[in-house]
């Protein structure tokens, strides 16, 4: 699972990292329009998927996790095979839809995976190591699209996808090669989708799962528009890409740390240090947007950032601490309909306050994002303890 998981999310990372450029057909300097446009295509991949994972998760509970998640992964190396050869906005919006069925499929029953063989005492640590291999793919395959997107020219930048494609199929080999011998569970035939649903939608599963909605409001117009933004004023793709792929190998190390962490001392409590981390960070970020450059302020958005890390451990521990094997799989698919959801509301909200206000649309956004955030952090803090706690 950790093999496909990379190479999946690498794959993404590098369209995500040039996909505004690759739809408005030039590098930098985007206008309000362009991001518009690419802020609506893009947001069509999350509506594929938080309107389909469901269904995959209860598929994947149904007919075993690896019939998904081979499926998944093999549509989204053939959309990404599809989105090289055009620069359409209909058939990138169509294609984009597509992919994000394969990838809530992919998600769900990875996720599946991982919880059905981590035993309660260590279920923080073994999440923790999906969550490296979810960020460090998706960080590092985004660094590298932001510097391919410096040196390859914006008429052949149909080559990153088709590059993506071969990373999404060299996993699927792989994943193939070291699943042979792992028992294949027996169909369920009396599945019961009512009573799965409402498993999954129980308010201790949604105390977890809605603060994944407000943080993915904010990464998914950070991923999509930083590229863009950075070569409109002046930084260059190459630097970009070594900073960012440097900060997300770090990954490799502090996730199953920080799941360990969860193990020991609960998931509520690091829960609500990665929450601390992300409203920290937000602050800090803001603060350098007024005032400008001013290292005790980097100092806070870095320190923010590494706080903000604990979140998914933990978060991923307790959602499958509330899980049985049977309905896991849609249980731990309400993480994928939540983030894809959150990167909706994100990408809309962001372009259409961008494109109608500029820059200025974007303060009172990120400011309600720390607001909400901080308020279902104290929801969680006083209600839902009891039920996020690990089992030992």
Sequence with gaps: MFVATFFVRFAFGITVAVFASYLARHASGLTGSDVGTAGVVSALAPIGEFSTVLFSGAAADRWGRFPVLFGGMAAAAALFVGISTTRSVAALGVANLAFGVASGAILAASLAVVADRAGADERGYEMGRFDAMNLFGWIGGYAFGLGLEGVVPNSELGLVFLGGAAAIAAGLGAAAVLVRGVPRPPDRPTFAWGRIVRSAFRRPVLVVTLPWLVIYSLLGTVLVFLGPAAGGVGIRPGWLAVAIGGVGSLLVVTQPA???????????????????????????????????????????????????????????????????????????????????????????????????FGEAGLYPYFGAIALVLVGLTAVRWTEGRAATTPAR
């Design 258 to 356: 920080f799941g360990r962490l969860a193990d020991r001392l609960g998931r509520t409590t690091m829960m609500t240090v990665g929450a601390a981390g992300f409203g920290l960070a937000l602050l800090c970020a803001a603060l350098l947007v007024r005032f400008g450059l001013n290292w005790p302020l980097v100092g806070g958005v870095g320190a923010g950032a590494a706080m903000a890390l604990a979140y998914g451990p933990a978060a991923l521990a307790a959602l499958a601490d509330l899980t049985t094997e049977f309905g896991r799989a849609t249980t731990m698919a309400i993480y994928s309909l939540t983030i894809s959801l959150g990167m909706l509301i994100g990408l809309v909200a962001s372009s259409s306050l961008f494109a109608s």
